[in-house]
């Protein structure tokens, strides 16, 4: 089971940091094309950012549980997300600041999570192959 831990450690802290580059890149580009948007797309990538750890962190403590006890978790975990972007989204609308960079970035970031996701469970699938 330990080594299991590490393994899903290294692909949390993998998808993490490649999610953070993209990040960067989607924050350097909002400068670049908008500055007066940019601001909430930068909001919208630490929101996501947030949001990532919090699925990885459930990922990661779920796997520890067993399958009851695992949904509960990641049903606490989602709610948990709900209420962040909720909080977020309704503080930058008390502010009267622009949301709709906030949604763009959030929804792109996590694009690039699903394909995360989807290129490290080929490369399992393609090591458990013989």
């Not at 094309?33 to 990885?56: H, N, P, Q």
Request: net charge positive.
């Amino acid at each position: 089971m330990k080594v299991q831990n590490k393994e899903l450690f290294a692909y949390c802290k993998q998808i993490f940091f490649r999610q953070f580059a993209v990040a960067c890149v989607i924050c350097i580009l909002a400068v670049i094309l908008r500055k007066e948007i940019a601001y909430s797309w930068f909001i919208g990538c630490v929101v996501a950012l947030s949001d990532t750890g919090l699925v990885l962190q459930g990922i990661f403590n779920g796997a520890k549980k067993g399958p009851e006890d695992a949904v509960r978790y990641m049903r606490k975990t989602m709610l948990k997300r709900f209420i962040v972007v909720i909080v977020i989204v309704l503080v930058m609308l008390k502010l009267k600041l622009s949301v709709i960079g906030i949604f763009i970035s959030f929804i792109l970031l996590h694009i690039f999570l699903v394909l995360n996701l989807i290129i490290i469970a080929g490369r399992d699938e393609n090591k458990k192959r013989p």
